[in-house]
């Protein structure tokens, strides 16, 4: 039987310690298992430094007067950046997270990801902007921009929904798009995007990724397809089932693999997801766990086929 765990973290446990948990629990039910994990990202954030361990990268730490951490796939020339929790604060600036990036080029980044699991952050960018040259020779300006920009793609992946946001743009904002739009090729602006990445558009030439379009570049980043290709059975869930992972239920469906869900809060299934599991107190984990395969040992032992396994 060939497990894939694509858990995030249930309440009160680490990521690990779910994965560590459920594996023992899989592993006492049917010993001869091959399990697989793979890190999938969170809507909770901290996606990128979990991102970066499933790909084999390394985590490093920025560069003062904030030093903070990042992660750095060598093999593939790319960064992986969470925004930080505190640039969702009132009044928080994002000059913070432009040291992240101005860290990431120094490493020798040629692709960054920046992960975002909310929609929109306070100065909309500006402080961003202004830590990588912006704004030096005027208001207006962008030609003091870090030249290395222009050999680095930048992509922010929303791990949320982006349907609901502020669509305001501030001045500073607004004067910048009727001044470069045109002459940069951003002749059209999505204006259903949050500020900040429509400042990120302009600022950085990044591509948005939101919704399918997220998901189908964490598939291809992941390697999914040859993972799932191998699975007969996909344990899913943490907290609660994510837009995500729910997509990973639904081409698992395509493989021919099971798809399971243990939460820690009542959830809904959807396409593919066959079954969810409440598991309220993390303590039950295992148990819970040991149990349900199991049951799925017996049926497989009675050639059920794994579509048609009913709980």
Not at 94 to 116: N, V, Y
Request: proline content about 6%; hydrophobic content about 45%.
């Amino acid at each position: 039987m060939d497990v894939l765990i694509a858990m995030e973290a249930l309440p009160s446990l680490t990521l690990n310690n779910t994965t560590e948990t459920v594996q023992r629990g899989i592993l006492a039910a049917c010993p001869n298992s091959r399990i697989r994990t793979v890190t999938i990202p969170s809507a909770g954030g901290g996606s990128a430094l979990a991102l970066t361990k499933g790909l084999g990268g390394e985590l490093l730490s920025s560069i003062a007067p904030e030093k903070q951490v990042f992660g750095y796939v060598d093999e593939l020339s790319l960064a992986l950046i969470d925004l930080p929790a505190d640039l969702f604060e009132p009044g928080a600036e994002s000059r913070s997270l432009g040291a992240l990036i101005t860290s990431a080029l120094d490493q020798g980044a040629q692709q960054i990801l920046l992960l975002a699991p909310k929609a929109n952050i306070p100065d909309c960018g500006f402080g961003l902007l202004s830590e990588l040259g912006a704004f030096q020779n005027g208001p207006e300006s962008l030609d003091g921009m870090d030249k290395r920009l222009q050999h680095c793609k930048v992509k922010l992946l929303y791990t949320c929904d982006v349907s609901d946001h502020s669509t305001d743009l501030p001045g500073w904002l607004s004067t910048l798009r009727d001044r470069f739009a045109t002459p940069f090729g951003f002749s059209a602006f999505d204006d259903s995007l949050p500020p900040f990445a429509q400042a990120l558009q302009l600022g950085l030439d990044a591509e948005i990724l939101t919704g399918e379009d997220a998901a189908a570049a964490l598939w291809s980043l992941l390697q999914l397809d040859e993972i799932l290709e191998r699975s007969d059975i996909v344990l899913l869930g943490g907290a609660e089932v994510s837009p995500f992972s729910r997509s990973i239920a639904r081409k698992a469906a395509d493989y021919g693999a099971l798809s399971l869900a243990i939460t820690g809060s009542p959830c809904q299934l959807s396409p593919g997801l066959c079954a969810a599991f409440l598991c309220p107190d993390a303590s039950l984990l295992q148990r819970l766990t040991e149990q349900l395969f199991r049951l799925i040992r017996a049926a497989e032992e009675q050639q059920h086929p794994w579509p048609d396994l009913v709980f």
